[in-house]
């Protein structure tokens, strides 16, 4: 079982919807999880940023965290065409950038 | 703003070259890294430095070398490159005691081997 799973996507939306972006881990130890949405031919950018369980709220964006699920989730409200991007989750246990772990990323289109 | 700047965007070598990927930071920061970015795969760490003249094996050092000699410069090194190292590196740097909310990235640089 890989350690962070996020759905590749593509991911559509007409604008104004509401998405929903979400990774699955496996380890318990994990304590800090993190959004980053990269643009084409960018490198990626910190979105969102949240310790432990329960949800952060920055404009448009919720993070949400269940340790008990092991299940994090980025909702996007009001989508714009530039929120199209691809979206990474990233985790990593107590302290160490180096043990970041990455999921995939879901690659997400918003349609005016 | 913090800036981690790769000098090269894009490059198109030769298999068999030496290949030389810079990446500067202008942060003071302590930790410095060097990803690969692949569809499908993600992105995949190949080395870091957690201070001057010290480097870490990643997850997939096999083909790579790292030089830093000075604190703001961490260097990515082809020896030999091949075709399999086609792809985009990003290069990103955080403090020491950084949790993963204080990692910068680079802009990227985009390598292919012919």
């Known amino acids: 079982q890989k350690e962070v799973e996020q759905d590749p996507g593509p991911l559509s939306v007409p604008e104004g919807a509401i998405v929903s972006l979400n990774c699955t881990y496996s380890?318990?130890?994990?304590?800090?999880f993190m959004w980053y949405r990269q643009y084409s031919r960018k490198g990626p950018e910190l979105l969102m940023y949240?310790?432990?369980?329960g949800n952060k709220e920055d404009g448009r964006f919720t993070a949400q965290v269940d340790k008990s699920s092991k299940y994090i989730s980025l909702f996007i409200r009001d989508s714009q065409p530039s929120d199209s991007a691809t979206y990474l989750c990233?985790?990593?246990?107590?302290?160490?950038?180096?043990?970041?772990?990455f999921g995939k990323g879901t690659k997400l289109t918003v349609n005016p | 703003d913090v800036k981690v700047t790769q000098s090269s965007r894009y490059l198109v070598k030769r298999t068999g070259e030496k290949v030389f990927l810079e990446c500067v930071q202008d942060m003071d920061h302590e930790n410095m890294f060097w990803y690969r970015q692949d569809p499908g795969l993600g992105l995949r760490l190949i080395y870091f430095s957690y201070d001057v003249k010290m480097k870490e094996k990643g997850d997939i050092p096999e083909g790579y070398s790292v030089s830093r000699e000075k604190k703001e410069r961490f260097s990515l090194i082809l020896e030999s490159a091949s075709t399999n190292q086609t792809s985009m590196y990003l290069c990103?740097?955080?403090?020491?005691?950084?949790?993963?909310?204080?990692?910068?990235f680079g802009e990227g640089s985009w390598l292919t081997v012919v």
């Open positions: 990103a740097s955080s403090p020491r005691a950084g949790t993963g909310n204080t990692i910068y």
């Open positions: 949240t310790y432990s369980s």
């Open positions: 380890n318990s130890a994990f304590q800090y």
């Open positions: 990233a985790m990593v246990t107590q302290g160490g950038s180096e043990k970041l772990v």
